[in-house]
């Protein structure tokens, strides 16, 4: 089965072409159906190949293909790694991407343009699996490349609207700004190692000069600050929530963003040599987390406030990455790939039944129209929380755990980024789902639960929230910690715990009051005073107002970088383009046409004048032989 | 010597028609005889290959005195062709006024 691993990217290629050559001349029953079997099949084998290779005694397998590139000495194989760390994320891309598209069949049915939604998604998981399937950085490079291609399309769906268009553009320019820095660090590892496959380029990674590979970790960070949505490159981030919202939870929440982790656990061998790159991951994922969460607070559209989450969550799974506690950080992305996918669709389901609204000031009293909504999205608001046996409490313990142990201050930063989260997850749950009804008479008058299709995959997904925690129990119970026994392998330096029993369970204290104190603060606030965020235009307290507005990071981009750089353009435009640039073009043809213009006199049309020519030139050309 | 002739004679000749059909090309305006002085060129050029062939005793000068008078063949068929398109379109052949692609 392992070396079938070429179907797994295929089935949804193939899904791709078809909806993407036929999709319009088919009806969108057919359609839906391809997309959503073409990941389902990939679904299966994926889960085939993860239970094979659980068992095999090498931990990693190489799947080569073909041979990609032969360019003198460069010689780039197309193979696929199968190990502990790239089935694991299959099965997250396969069986997320799965729900997400049968969930879709039903959010988009109305829609125009629902076959070339499925053909992007297809597309997209495509590039995924190739992503974290390749065995080399390049193939890695093509499939990150091809995600951030599929986001901007998808971003950009509703094209008709420009500022969907300009949020699309935006995602992409971000995006890269940190493909420049994920690219230049590939090539600094071809040029110190002589080659970009994993195994070659980890096992020599410790005859390397530690700069050399702190430079090589914080040029691939770069790569991760721009796909993972950190501090600076997250704006496009909440931005990218004007596609549509299946998007939003299997590309902007579940899958692509962690691609950045993906990453650097791929390359863990580089973070654990250098220190320093380290230190930088954990010093921006926490002042991710904090900053984003402090954002989420004032959001009032709910899929805002969903994606200033999946920021925040993001900073604190690249916090666990520079403490070097990997595997937690991929048991967060796990468990958040499914709390997050779920609060999403939730909100999808919310937002359909709400005939597209998005304000969360507009809605209120949803439970008992949304009953099915209403609950998944509790446990997943639950989850996120970090609320005892729920999965977010394990996985954002472990890794909080590990934060502690590797510096206190750091930790205090996380758990009150996580503190902020539960909050203003449970003001969008109290907004949205309590009190009485703010919207128009007619959407209330519309108000109806979602068909099947979309409560379904809610449902999955909320039972895996529940239970997703069981896979990743923390060591210090005696229970077997399936993830971190399963990435074992693949991690380079893994320091046992050396916190004392009594620590981690004061710890684990800490975060559980926590939360349930933030819920309780919520609970005041918006249930037992009825607080209401304010209208839009009314005057907000200062510091309040400045949050509001994303701390005018993207205005700061636009004054330090944007209009600069339009301003050296004009001037480019100007001087070099219209100046040398055209002169240089237009001199040669006004040259030719001048020359021409002088030329064109001998060319008179008298036929004899051309033969006297031509005998005289011959005559020349002849004496001019025979003579010299 | 040729049948008693030096070969300076036939070199002559061959040079004289040469030149009467060179000062035809460039001097007359009436197509048919530029169109016969050219081929006048072409036999004085044969008749230099023929001469020397025999003079040499070799016969591959008359062999491509063949190949030229076939090439001329076709040529004289295209160009007649031209030849009587011309006067269809001008109703003269006269060079002087085929000049309309002149401006």
């Known amino acids: 089965m392992i070396k ?396 909080l755990a590990h934060v502690y142990e590797h510096s206190p201050v750091l930790w205090f930063f996380g758990m009150l980024a996580s503190m902020l989260t539960v909050f203003y997850m449970f003001r969008l749950m109290f907004l949205t789902f309590w009190g009485g009804f703010r919207g128009t008479k007619e959407q209330h008058h519309h108000l109806h639960e979602s068909p099947a299709a979309m409560t379904i995959p809610l449902i999955v997904l909320a039972i895996l929230s529940v239970v997703g925690g069981l896979i990743g129990l923390p060591e210090f119970w005696h229970m077997p910690n399936f993830i971190s026994n399963h990435l074992d392998p693949l991690i380079l330096r893994k320091s046992p715990s050396t916190l004392k029993h009594e620590t981690e369970w004061m710890l684990m204290g800490i975060a559980v009051a926590a939360a349930f104190t933030m819920i309780y603060f919520a609970y005041i606030v918006y249930r037992q005073k009825q607080t209401l965020p304010l209208k839009e235009g009314d005057k907000l307290p200062g510091l309040q107002k400045v949050i509001y507005n994303k701390y005018y990071v993207d205005e700061f981009y636009n004054a330090v970088i944007t209009k600069p750089l339009d301003a050296i353009s004009s001037v480019f435009y100007k001087f070099i383009d219209k100046g040398i640039i055209d002169g240089i073009v237009e001199g040669v043809g006004n040259s030719v046409k001048g020359i021409g213009s002088v030329v064109k006199l001998v060319q008179q049309g008298n036929i004899s004048f051309y033969l006297i020519t031509m005998m005289l030139s011959i005559v020349f050309i002849l004496l001019f032989t025979f003579l010299i | 010597m040729i049948n008693g002739i030096s070969i300076n004679y036939y070199i002559l000749l061959s040079a004289i028609l040469f030149i009467i059909g060179a000062i035809g090309v460039m001097a007359r305006r009436n197509s048919i005889i530029i169109f016969m002085c050219i081929e006048l060129m072409l036999n004085a050029v044969n008749l230099l290959l023929v001469s020397f062939s025999t003079l040499h005793n070799d016969p591959k000068g008359q062999v491509f005195v063949f190949f030229v008078m076939a090439v001329a063949a076709a040529e004289v068929a295209v160009g007649l062709a031209i030849l009587s398109m011309i006067y269809r379109n001008v109703k003269s052949i006269d060079t002087d006024l085929l000049s309309n692609l002149k401006n």
């Open chain 1, 4 to 399: 079938l691993v070429g179907l797994v990217p295929l089935f949804p290629l193939i899904g791709f072409l078809i909806n993407g050559f036929f999709g319009k001349k088919m009806s969108k029953s057919l359609s839906g159906l391809i997309a959503c079997g073409a990941i389902l099949a990939s679904f299966v084998v994926s889960l085939l190949i993860f239970l094979e290779a659980r068992h095999l005694p090498e931990h990693s397998q190489i799947v080569n293909l073909f041979s990609w590139i032969n360019a003198g000495s460069l010689s780039i194989p197309f193979e696929f790694v199968v190990d502990p760390l790239s089935t694991w994320f299959l099965l997250i891309i396969t069986g997320i991407g799965f729900l997400i598209h049968v969930y879709s069949t039903s959010y988009m049915h109305d829609d125009a343009g629902f076959s070339r939604f499925f053909t992007y998604l297809n597309l997209f998981v495509f590039f995924m699996l190739l992503l974290v399937l390749g065995n080399n950085f390049l193939i890695m490079f093509v499939g990150w490349e091809g995600v951030g291609l599929c986001s901007y399309l998808l971003i950009g769906f509703w094209f008709k609207n420009t500022d969907y268009n300009n949020a699309a553009r935006k995602a992409f320019i971000m995006n890269r700004v940190g493909d420049l820095g994920f690219l230049l660090g590939i090539i600094l590892i071809f040029v110190t190692f002589g080659s970009i496959s994993f195994n070659e380029v980890f096992a020599k990674a410790g005859t390397v000069s530690e700069s050399t590979i702190t430079a090589i970790a914080l040029l691939l960070f770069i790569g991760a600050m721009g796909k993972s949505a950190q501090i600076p490159l997250y704006t496009w981030l909440p931005d990218a929530m004007a596609g549509p919202t299946p998007v939003s939870a299997l590309i902007h929440a579940a899958t692509m963003v962690t691609a950045g982790v993906y990453m650097i656990v791929r390359s863990n061998v580089f973070y654990s040599i250098s220190d320093v790159a380290s230190e930088v991951v954990a010093i921006v994922g926490v002042a991710t987390a904090l900053f984003a969460a402090t954002i989420g607070l004032f959001q009032n559209d709910i899929k805002k406030i969903l994606a200033y989450s999946t920021v925040s969550q993001l900073g604190l799974m690249f916090l666990g990455l520079g403490v070097g506690a990997y595997s937690s950080s991929v048991f967060h992305v796990t468990t958040h790939a499914f709390f997050k996918a779920l609060l999403f669709l939730g909100a999808g389901s919310v937002i359909h039944a709400m005939s597209g609204e998005q304000d969360i000031r507009k809605m209120g009293g949803l439970k008992g129209a949304l009953p099915k909504t209403f609950l998944t999205m509790l446990l997943g608001t639950l989850a996120i929380s970090g609320v005892p046996g729920l999965s977010g409490f394990f996985s954002k313990d472990e890794i």
